[in-house]
């Protein structure tokens, strides 16, 4: 446990605000990269760019569910960055779809198009749907308009988004890739550590 207050010490000294600030320049810098075919962007590069922002979407996506387990079990406590870890989620997905849509099919109705014939596609697009509304009750006066009960229903949207976020990566994949496999039995993993009473769950404050 002393471990964990020392890391818990430091991380009250990180105001949560700096995840939306990484999040932004991270974006924008592999942005820059695809814009000037650097590195991995050499071929490609929208392509790239749509892979790369769906991927951290899916790595924020998945450490937004490790929050409250990760705390459970080893006491170090992130709540205070879920937020900001949900709601750049959700900003790296509006990213992944816009490059999609303006930078890789350039038309409305392609888009459209894609959605309705390519499962992967539906899905990805089923996923970011129900984060529209988890990213736009993302503040505190929507927690005090809604009341925190039917904010905090609203919010298990937030699983079967991640859920539906690994389907898609695992049904766009050729062949056989372990990367959206492990997303996927981690995803299942920390939803299920809701659902499962481990003897080490401690009473919520
Ligand atoms: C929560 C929502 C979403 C997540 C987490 C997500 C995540 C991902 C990931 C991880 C990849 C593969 C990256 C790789 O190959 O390394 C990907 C690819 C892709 N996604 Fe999404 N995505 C989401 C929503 C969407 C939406 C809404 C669309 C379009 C309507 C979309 C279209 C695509 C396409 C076309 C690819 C394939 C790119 C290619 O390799 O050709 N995704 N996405």
């Known amino acids: 446990m002393a471990f964990a ?44 760019l749509e892979r790369s922002y769906g991927e951290v979407a899916l790595i924020l996506l998945v450490a937004g569910l490790a929050v409250t387990p990760l705390r459970k079990w080893s006491g170090v406590n992130l709540i205070k960055f879920r937020r900001a870890i949900g709601v750049t ?11 999609f849509a ?4 350039q038309s409305v109705s392609r888009v459209w198009e894609e959605i309705v014939k390519r499962p992967y596609v539906t899905v990805g ?32 949207l937030a699983y079967p988004a991640a859920v539906l976020g690994t389907i898609h990566y695992l049904w766009l994949v050729k062949g056989f890739q372990l990367e959206p496999i492990i997303y996927c039995v981690v995803v299942l993993g920390l939803i299920a550590t809701r659902y499962v009473p481990w003897e080490r769950q401690r009473q919520p404050a």
């Open 5 to 48: 207050q020392s890391i818990n010490g430091g991380l009250r000294r990180i105001p949560a605000w700096t995840i939306y600030i990484v999040g932004v320049i991270y974006a924008g810098w592999e942005f820059w990269r695809a814009l000037n075919q650097m590195g991995p962007y050499l071929v490609e590069p929208i392509n790239v």
């Open 89 to 99: 989620a959700f900003f790296y997905v509006l990213a992944h779809f816009l490059v």
């Open 102 to 105: 303006i930078l890789d099919v």
């Open 125 to 156: 697009m089923a996923s970011f749907l129900m984060l529209i509304p988890l990213a736009v009750t993302s503040n505190n006066p929507s927690i005090r308009k809604m009341g925190a009960g039917a904010w905090r229903k609203l919010h298990k």
